[in-house]
Every structure is written in C-alpha cells, then in structure tokens.
C-alpha cells in the first residue's frame, strides 16, 4: 500500500499538484512515518532529486535522525543505504549553505565509517560556512599529514578523507587552514590528493606571506619545503613589497643553511637563485639583503654570480653601486696582475654597465673605480670603452 501511494504522490509531483515547499511537506511527513532506513533513503531521494526548493529543514531533520539511529543499524544493507542517505544529505546542506547543519555535519564526519561519507560531510562543513567547527576540520588535516599509510587500502582511506578536508579548508577560506593544506601538498599522499592540495592554496588566503615567512625562518622544515615556499610566495596574490620579502628570507635561509648532500645543495642553490630572480623582479627597502646577494657572488656558481650582478643593478641603490664598485676594483687587480681569467672579464662587462644605469646614486663608489679601469694599460680597448660610457652615464 505504501509503494502505491508514493507512485501516487509522484504522479502529483509530476502533474504540479503541489507548490515545491508542499511537496517537501508531504515528503517530510512520510519520512517520519517511515521504519526502516531503507524506507527513509526513498524519501530522502525524491526530494532531492526532485530538486525541490525549501528543503533545507527537510535535510536537516533527515540527517540529525539518521545520526541518532546509526548506532542501532546491523546488517550490511541498512549501513549501506545509511551511508546513500548521509552523502545525499551532506551535498545538498551544503549546496544550500546551510550553516544550523554544521553540528551534524561534524558528527556525521565522526561517527560514519565510511571515508567517502566523512570526505563528503567535510567539505559540505566548509560550504556552511559556520567555523563553529573548523579548529577540528584543521586538526584533522594536520592529524592526516602527520600519519602516513603504508597499507593500501588505509591509505585511500585516509587520502578520501584529506580530500575532503582539503575541499572544506578551501571553502571556509580561513587563513588558520592554510598551513595544513600547504604541507598537504608536499605531504605522503598520492599526487592527486597533493594536486589539489595546491590548487586550494590560493584560494584560501591572497597573501600568506605570514606563514611562507614562518616557513622559511624555521630550522625545522627540510629544503624541499623552504623552496616551495618560495615558489608559493611567488605565485601569490601578495603585493610586490611582500613577495620580495619572502625572496630575502629564502636567500638568508639558503645561505643559513649547510649540507654535503649533492641534492639538497642543488635545491639550495636553485632556491636562492629564484630569490635572486624575485628580488630583481619586485625590488626590496630591507638592507639586510645585501650581505645576502654578497654571498651568493662570491661562493655561487657562475648563474647564481650573475644572478646576484643583476640583482644589484635592479636594487639601484648606493648598497649595490659599492658592492659592484668592490667587485671591479678586485677584477681590475687581477688584470693588474696578470691573473685575470675569461670569466672574469665576463664578469667586467657585465658590472662596468650595472654601474653606468645606477648611475648618480653610486657615483662615491662606483666613479674612482671607473676611472682607475679607465686609465691603466692593461685593460683592453673595449673595456676602457664601456668604463667611459659608464661615466658618462654617472656623471661629474
């Protein structure tokens, strides 16, 4: 009798006997009749394939229902269309924003096993937009990357249920999540977990210069991870004053830190010259960079020298002209002296012209060096050409 009169109630729903908000009244109604489980998981679908508008109270009520009746559930049909039931629910309360859900949505997160139903619950969570709960979905994130599974089947578990604490984080768009999802992405999880985990960043927060700063002044974090940061910083929504500061701190970090590893030297040498490159990019007031960019010329290979040359000239600033007016003085003593090399002179034709566009601003320093270079036999033609063009540039 009762599977005729929902055939029935479906004809009037099809017929638009019933305004949306009766229907989902007519529906609630038979839900709460229903003795099974199975008999709600019905109901539960036509509303919500009927896409039935006001139906938010509706899910609510379901799903607070089918929280209380969980633990009383035996057999492996009743689990199966409990856990139908509660994905249904949590989409939907979370498509409608419904933030009264939140309590329920947490509990279903807790007390269903299946990690596709708490994966689903979590991210309906942050669609809520109540952070009544999120200090737990933060927790559970930083619980998951700290437990990495070598059994296969824990490890997808575990990984569904990242997912949707990623997606959650994501949507609350709170800035306390943001460190949970950055380690995330480098975390033990397969790349399609951590693919996501990058692509939430972003949307979390526009400028987490904060915590990529925690990152890389920390002794703590492997390279590997003081190098995303960095990259991270770079590809942020973050103003140009703040992406150059996370370029300084990388290079203090990259010349703090001290390995024989061949492959951590090669991280660290291509995170300082990404934040070489950054600070041409963005330019920087901090004068603590310049010990910095000194280090990286005197004990970087030939592309981190360059890089740090090129720095200097973009900084323009009377720091720069007397590091650069040091380096020529030193590179002319070895043409003095006959010890001079091809990589030198590279390095002259590129520091003579640095010198010329800072121009004025390092006339101290960079003019008695420019007219030693200048004046002495030694040096070649082309040289002393590109010493005068530069002084014509500085000026008297």
Known sequence: MKRILIVVLLGFAGMALFGQS???????????????VEEQLVYIKNVSEGALSEAEEFYAKALDKL??????????????????????????LGEAKYADAAGNLWQTVEYFPNALVKSDALIALGQTGNKALLPQVVQLLKDLN?????????????????????????????PSGYLPVFFASVGWYAERIKSQASVSLPNIMDDPTEFLLEILASPGYAYDIKHLALRTGQRSQSTDEHKASVAVAALTAGWIASTS??????????????????????GTQDTAVYPQIDKSYKNGDRD???AALEALKALASEDSARLLSEYLLN????????TNTRSD??????????????GATGRASSRPVLLRVQAHPKQTDSVKR???DALRKIGN
């Open 22 to 36: 009766e229907e989902v009244a007519v529906w609630s109604d038979m839900f709460d009749q229903a003795n099974t």
């Open 386 to 388: 590109l010493a005068a």
């Open 304 to 306: 981190e020298q360059l």
């Open 146 to 174: 700290a437990q990495p599974q070598a059994d296969r089947d824990m490890r997808e578990r575990f990984e569904r249920i990242a997912y949707g604490a990623i997606i959650s984080l994501e949507n609350y768009k709170d």
């Open 345 to 358: 002179d590279q390095l002259v034709r590129v520091i003579i012209p640095a010198l010329g566009d800072i």
């Open 331 to 338: 590179l002319h003593q070895r043409v003095v002296d006959g």
């Open 67 to 92: 929280i209380k009746e969980f633990p009383d559930l035996k057999t492996r049909s009743e689990w199966d269309a409990a856990d139908a039931a509660a994905r249904i629910l949590s989409t939907r």
């Open 261 to 282: 590893d061949v492959h951590q030297r090669l991280e660290l040498s291509q995170m300082r010259k990404l934040a070489l490159a950054m600070i041409r990019s963005y």
